[in-house]
């Protein structure tokens, strides 16, 4: 098979497994009852933190021992962009069916997607400090997160212009999309085509690529990114139950 | 005596011609507006005019093109801004009887775009004859030009329904909404406008031309799905 064949199946591979993450993530976060996925998060997110501060790594010129930021920062990125990813489903469905709950749900994932964004660039930001010399660079990749942050800043910002509830609701719920579909996809093709990044899985630094080589940090990524996406739906159902709580208490 | 009601639907395209030829005439008659976002281009260019000319002369490249965009942002979202917000709520339900919402949408952001260019070559042609012309590819540059208002125009015009929609100072929630949302189409017009700048072989410029032409595409369709939800309010 030649490499585009190898390429395009690979992206609708990992087109389905968001698909069905997202769809999945909107069952678990509407879930009753059921507990045993939050132990999961936990088991996973304490033996990813564990293990990726005690396993063995490969040593990379320039990374070295800081590579063990692979298991705490990626995976980070990864729960924000899936809960967002959730939080734009959400959108849709209110604006097929308004209900004050889909608006809620829309509302608490973007807002533990920011959590998550903002704790993806402080463990950045500090591995930068040991790697690169500085807490910040004009890197694309940094300015896509900055992008990313800002636009759910403005979704904030939005909310808080409305008095009456259905509007902000519907014209809310119309920017999440448009922000997201106008921006974020071209977040990450910019730094691609851009080609003079020096973050890892760039041009600059050991890549991505290389780690993945490595059989030892494979697993515990993998459970450090599924660890944190669940967690990332987690706190989007505590919070999202507690705001539904508040809003028919406030009907009372 | 009642008004005739058409049997059959008007075809969009009429829809979105004579709404166009509406805005450019309300434009025409309140030459206030118009007149206002012109002195606007031109009292910018003046002051980066007197500033640079303090430390003698010419901007170096970079700034030159750096300011050109932002002159051309701020322009933007001056001009955009009024298009939704000057019209009465009255206005907008008797539009909302007569035609689709996407004819209203698609004819905003055609007008939009036709009137940015009109105020980014008056820009350039300001720019020019205040600070110099360093541009080394023109063809290139007008083309990034014509591609970057049309982008503004699109991104723009949904953003201004929705700070219209929430009232009070719209200007200041268009710019916070707006921008995050242009900054990698302004990224890409910068880097191609800078490739213009130095003369530099096309064929670098043409990845991102590309993704500027299929960003400018699925902006005005996310747009044109979207308005009706914004109009039905």
């Given at each position: 098979?030649?490499?585009?064949?190898?390429?395009?199946?690979?992206?609708?591979?990992?087109?389905?497994?968001?698909?069905?993450?997202?769809?999945?993530?909107?069952?678990?976060?509407?879930?009753?009852?059921?507990?045993?996925?939050?132990?999961?998060?936990?088991?996973?997110?304490?033996?990813?933190?564990?293990?990726?501060?005690?396993?063995?790594?490969?040593?990379?010129?320039?990374?070295?021992?800081?590579?063990?930021?692979?298991?705490?920062?990626?995976?980070?990125?990864?729960?924000?962009?899936?809960?967002?990813?959730?939080?734009?489903?959400?959108?849709?469905?209110?604006?097929?069916?308004?209900?004050?709950?889909?608006?809620?749900?829309?509302?608490?994932?973007?807002?533990?997607?920011?959590?998550?964004?903002?704790?993806?660039?402080?463990?950045?930001?500090?591995?930068?400090?040991?790697?690169?010399?500085?807490?910040?660079?004009?890197?694309?990749?940094?300015?896509?997160?900055?992008?990313?942050?800002?636009?759910?800043?403005?979704?904030?910002?939005?909310?808080?212009?409305?008095?009456?509830?259905?509007?902000?609701?519907?014209?809310?719920?119309?920017?999440?999309?448009?922000?997201?579909?106008?921006?974020?996809?071209?977040?990450?093709?910019?730094?691609?085509?851009?080609?003079?990044?020096?973050?890892?899985?760039?041009?600059?630094?050991?890549?991505?690529?290389?780690?993945?080589?490595?059989?030892?940090?494979?697993?515990?990524?993998?459970?450090?990114?599924?660890?944190?996406?669940?967690?990332?739906?987690?706190?989007?159902?505590?919070?999202?139950?507690?705001?539904?709580?508040?809003?028919?208490?406030?009907?009372? | 005596?009642?008004p005739e009601t058409n049997p059959q639907p008007v075809p969009l395209l009429r829809e979105i011609s004579t709404l166009l030829a509406k805005d450019f005439r309300l434009e025409w008659?309140?030459?206030?507006?118009?007149?206002?976002?012109?002195?606007?281009?031109?009292?910018?260019?003046?002051?980066?005019?007197?500033?640079?000319?303090?430390?003698?002369?010419?901007?170096?490249?970079?700034?030159?093109?750096?300011?050109?965009?932002?002159?051309?942002?701020?322009?933007?979202?001056?001009?955009?801004?009024?298009?939704?917000?000057?019209?009465?709520?009255?206005?907008?339900?008797?539009?909302?009887?007569?035609?689709?919402?996407?004819?209203?949408?698609?004819?905003?952001?055609?007008?939009?775009?036709?009137?940015?260019?009109?105020?980014?070559?008056?820009?350039?042609?300001?720019?020019?004859?205040?600070?110099?012309?360093?541009?080394?590819?023109?063809?290139?540059?007008?083309?990034?030009?014509?591609?970057?208002?049309?982008?503004?125009?699109?991104?723009?015009?949904?953003?201004?329904?929705?700070?219209?929609?929430?009232?009070?100072?719209?200007?200041?929630?268009?710019?916070?909404?707006?921008?995050?949302?242009?900054?990698?189409?302004?990224?890409?017009?910068?880097?191609?406008?800078?490739?213009?700048?130095?003369?530099?072989?096309?064929?670098?410029?043409?990845?991102?031309?590309?993704?500027?032409?299929?960003?400018?595409?699925?902006?005005?369709?996310?747009?044109?799905?979207?308005?009706?939800?914004?109009?039905?309010?």
């Open positions: 098979m030649s490499k585009a064949t190898i390429g395009i199946i690979i992206s609708c591979i990992s087109l389905a497994v968001t698909v069905g993450a997202v769809w999945g993530g909107q069952r678990l976060i509407e879930s009753r009852g059921r507990c045993l996925w939050k132990w999961v998060a936990v088991a996973l997110i304490l033996g990813s933190a564990v293990a990726g501060l005690l396993i063995p790594v490969p040593r990379l010129p320039i990374v070295n021992e800081s590579i063990r930021n692979l298991f705490f920062h990626v995976p980070m990125w990864f729960g924000m962009i899936m809960v967002m990813l959730v939080s734009i489903v959400y959108s849709m469905q209110y604006l097929r069916r308004p209900s004050a709950r889909l608006d809620i749900l829309a509302h608490e994932a973007a807002k533990t997607g920011i959590l998550l964004g903002v704790l993806g660039l402080a463990t950045g930001s500090l591995w930068a400090r040991y790697t690169w010399g500085a807490w910040w660079t004009p890197d694309p990749r940094l300015n896509a997160a900055a992008v990313a942050l800002l636009i759910y800043g403005a979704y904030l910002v939005l909310r808080g212009s409305f008095r009456d509830d259905q509007q902000r609701a519907r014209v809310s719920a119309i920017y999440n999309i448009f922000a997201f579909a106008a921006a974020i996809p071209l977040l990450f093709i910019l730094p691609r085509i851009s080609g003079n990044s020096l973050h890892p899985g760039q041009t600059g630094n050991p890549g991505f690529n290389k780690y993945d080589l490595d059989s030892t940090m494979r697993p515990v990524f993998y459970a450090a990114v599924i660890g944190w996406i669940l967690f990332a739906f987690w706190l989007t159902q505590v919070s999202s139950r507690l705001t539904l709580l508040q809003h028919q208490h406030d009907d009372q | 005596m009642r008659r309140q030459r206030a507006a118009l007149g206002g976002l012109l002195l606007y281009v031109g009292s910018t260019v003046f002051v980066c005019f007197l500033s640079f000319s303090l430390r003698g002369g010419q901007p170096p490249p970079p700034a030159w093109n750096a300011l050109f965009w932002v002159i051309l942002l701020f322009a933007a979202v001056n001009a955009v801004a009024k298009g939704f917000m000057q019209e009465s709520p009255g206005q907008r339900l008797y539009y909302y009887t007569l035609v689709r919402p996407q004819a209203i949408i698609l004819a905003k952001m055609l007008y939009n775009a036709l009137l940015l260019l009109g105020v980014g070559l008056l820009g350039l042609f300001l720019y020019t004859i205040f600070l110099g012309n360093p541009i080394q590819d023109p063809a290139l540059f007008v083309a990034n030009l014509a591609l970057g208002a049309v982008g503004f125009a699109t991104t723009l015009t949904l953003v201004s329904g929705i700070a219209a929609k929430a009232g009070g100072n719209g200007a200041t929630l268009m710019a916070v909404l707006g921008f995050p949302v242009m900054i990698p189409m302004l990224l890409l017009l910068i880097k191609v406008s800078k490739n213009a700048l130095d003369g530099l072989d096309r064929g670098l410029s043409q990845q991102s031309i590309v993704t500027l032409l299929a960003l400018n595409v699925i902006v005005a369709a996310v747009s044109y799905l979207l308005f009706p939800f914004l109009w039905r309010g």
